[in-house]
């Protein structure tokens, strides 16, 4: 990966943070396995679609892009996890895991309550 290319593009839109996550950061990609690319746009300058373009250009393969301001718990846990900050500031990327992993907690105690309310009045 090109650092100086990914420098760029953040440049470009306004990213705070670079983050791979998926089959490539867990190291169990197949081949022609698509880059898992999550980015942190708080104040995104262009369109997901051309950011999207430029990531493919920049990795060479395809690239699943989500913005880490538009996800849910799950996802988020998912990145927070398994993810490695390409471009961006550590203490940023180790705060939004925190976070994320408060969220996951606080979503989880609820998924949890629905879900023992349907086991109690499933006919």
């Known amino acids: 990966m090109n650092e100086r290319s990914l420098r760029a593009i953040a440049r470009k839109y306004r990213l705070d943070a670079v983050v791979l996550f998926g089959s490539r950061a867990r190291g ?4 022609g396995s698509d880059f898992d690319v999550c980015v942190s746009a ?37 990145v927070a996890l398994e993810g490695k900050l390409l471009w961006g500031r550590r203490d940023r990327f180790d705060r939004m895991r925190l976070s994320a992993l408060r969220q996951w907690q606080d979503s989880r105690k609820y998924v949890e309550a629905v879900s023992a309310y349907l086991d109690r009045n499933a006919g």
């Open 28 to 31: 169990d990609a197949k081949p």
């Open 42 to 78: 708080p104040r995104l300058r262009g369109n997901e679609a051309e950011l999207a373009g430029d990531l493919i250009e920049t990795l060479g393969e395809d690239v699943d892009l989500c913005l880490l301001e538009r996800i849910g718990p799950s996802l988020l846990l998912s």
